[in-house]
């Protein structure tokens, strides 16, 4: 996120720029840092703190008018120099819709913007800049940026490899034991800051809990009181979604004799709030994937493996209990991360492919003109009927599998250690531009 953010900042035709992103997942804390870091100095603004700062917004369109008002609030000049930050922008819709007039008539002053649930606003039909805004989207930590801070060395170690060649177990058992780590934890900054200030899991599930039991207060948010129950049952089915073989959405597991049509308005409130994401099954890997998608079927999966975790009831102690945590609920915690980590690396969600009842491939993606198919492996047993009947039919350049095997790449199939599978993009890159 830093490098984009920087990338931004560079750009000649600059659009104010708006951090989608789920609640909790430290969008305040990036956009004060980067202010502080790459500007002279910012000026931040708190729609939710101080909402009598609306006003500015509701009484004019002039941003002059607007630009002095705010640095006399923030006793700061306001230019080319400061970071304009609002933060919360969902609680003044005018201050969104100003933003077009920002970037007509005063492009040079950098503006950044996030909100809660702000991905339910934008779709909520209030007037908003349309193509005058740019966006960037914010996810949990990820195991290679929390790494640094728990094992420098491990990490400076992943990020030196240039080639496929197994890792030295020197490594690979530490990097193993990290991962397992991360796996109780997961990646929201609340979590990892209880870890890391107290050194113990049972911090890190008091606040997972707590995270939990406010995403759940967000569900009464929902315009349609009706849907806000629904939103609920949704959500908590997910352990139980993602625990058997076929991991497709099953209506009848968040409520029995439930319909698809009752809960498809409760799924795209989570999905817009950023707290799931949706897997939908391809009937054949084209190009583009969205040409081929089954609207009817789908997986979904939640924002964060340790939030998965804690809602599936494994208890921390599972980070002592062998490869539990890789292979507990049918690999549904693996699975989640990888999902997890794939969809912050590639422009889109990746889908999920099946022949039948014969075969499952668990991910399909594509890069540049390549689709990929993915299966993800629990342990290291690694036999893999489901991609080798996907190989027969469609004779892929690449096949990627993850497990807690080695690194290693052979007649076009690639696997990657689960640790690393936030290298996943550049290890393609690797084989298919090389």
Known sequence: MQSELQSWQKQVNRLPLII????????????????????????????????????????????????NSLSLISGKTIDANTLLIFDEIQECPEALNTLKYFAEKKPEI??????????????????????????????????????????????????????IEPIPDYFFNDLVDNFKKYLITGGMPAVLNAFKQE??????ETVLQNLILSYHGDFAKHPVMSDVAKIGQVFNSLPSQLARENKKFVYQLVRKGARAREYEDAIQWLIRAGLVYQVKLISKPGIPLA?????????????????????AKLSPTAYTEGTRL????????????????????FDDLPRYWTSGNSAEVDFVIQYKNEIIPIE???????????????????????????SLKNLSYQDGLLNIPHFMSDYTKEIIKFILDD
């Not at 503006?111 to 989207?137: D, E, M, Q, R, W």
């Not at 050194?199 to 890190?204: H, K, Q, T, V």
């Not at 040409?291 to 809602?311: N, Q, T």
Request: aromatic share 16%; net charge positive; hydrophobic share 40%.
């Open 326 to 345: 890789f292979t507990e609920f049918k690999g549904a915690i693996i699975e989640n991360y990888i999902l997890q980590s794939l969809a912050a690396q």
């Open 376 to 402: 993800v492996k629990s342990d290291e047993n690694i036999k893999s009927r489901s991609l080798q009947v996907y190989h027969q039919k469609f004779n892929p350049k690449l096949r990627i599998r993850f």
């Open 20 to 67: 989608q992103g789920a609640r909790q997942v430290g969008k305040s804390y990036l956009m004060k840092w980067f202010g502080q870091t790459h500007f002279q100095q910012y000026a931040y603004f708190n729609f939710d703190e101080r909402p009598e700062l609306r006003d500015f917004f509701i009484a004019n369109k002039d941003v002059d008018r607007i630009i």
């Open 199 to 204: 050194n113990s899991f049972e911090a890190c």
């Open 291 to 311: 040409a081929y998608d089954d609207v009817g079927a789908f997986k979904l999966y939640a924002l964060d493996v340790g939030m998965m975790r804690k809602m």
């Open 110 to 163: 950098p503006i950044v913007c996030a909100g809660s649930l702000l991905g339910i606003i934008l779709n909520s039909g209030i007037s908003f800049p349309v193509g005058k805004v740019a966006f960037v989207t914010l996810y949990p930590l990820s195991f290679k940026e929390v790494l640094p801070y728990w094992n420098d060395n491990l990490s400076r170690f992943l990020n030196q490899i240039k080639s």
